[in-house]
């Protein structure tokens, strides 16, 4: 049974850092592609960002996330984590980790479709 568990949201005052972590079991998790998704209330569901099973290409959403985010992976733990800087209040929404239908993917999928296998999501609370 595949299993994908997200740690490390919280309640933060904008400007902030927190460390989102995913970890997987369940099968070769070193072998996909993961992605983070956020869902804020009222909203629908939206990338962030994903990296690529070897670690090294890593893909984000936009300016909005680009340069204050940072995703990164360790395959021997079986965790990919999100580093986010200098939060603001429209960073607040429920993250969640999922992995890519296909193994050893070499191209990025930013829709929810792709991923097959999602954790429960972690919340995360910025407050100006």
């Known amino acids: 049974q595949v299993q994908l568990v997200e740690s490390g949201g919280g309640l933060v005052q904008a400007g902030d850092s927190l460390t989102l972590s995913c970890t997987g079991s369940?099968?070769?998790?070193?072998?996909?592609?993961t992605g983070w998704f956020r869902q804020a209330p009222g909203r629908g569901r939206e990338f962030v960002a994903a990296i690529m099973w070897n670690g090294i290409n890593t893909y984000y959403v936009d300016s909005s996330v680009k340069g204050r985010f940072t995703i990164s992976r360790d395959n021997a733990e079986n965790t990919v984590y999100l580093q986010m800087n200098r939060l603001t209040p429209d960073d607040t929404a429920l993250y969640y980790c999922?992995?890519?239908?296909?193994?050893?993917?070499?191209?990025?999928?930013?829709?929810?479709?792709?991923?097959?296998?999602w954790g429960q999501g972690t919340q995360v609370t910025v407050s100006s």
């Open positions: 369940g099968r070769t998790f070193s072998a996909y592609t």
């Open positions: 999922a992995t890519d239908r296909r193994a050893y993917s070499s191209y990025f999928d930013i829709s929810a479709a792709g991923y097959d296998y």
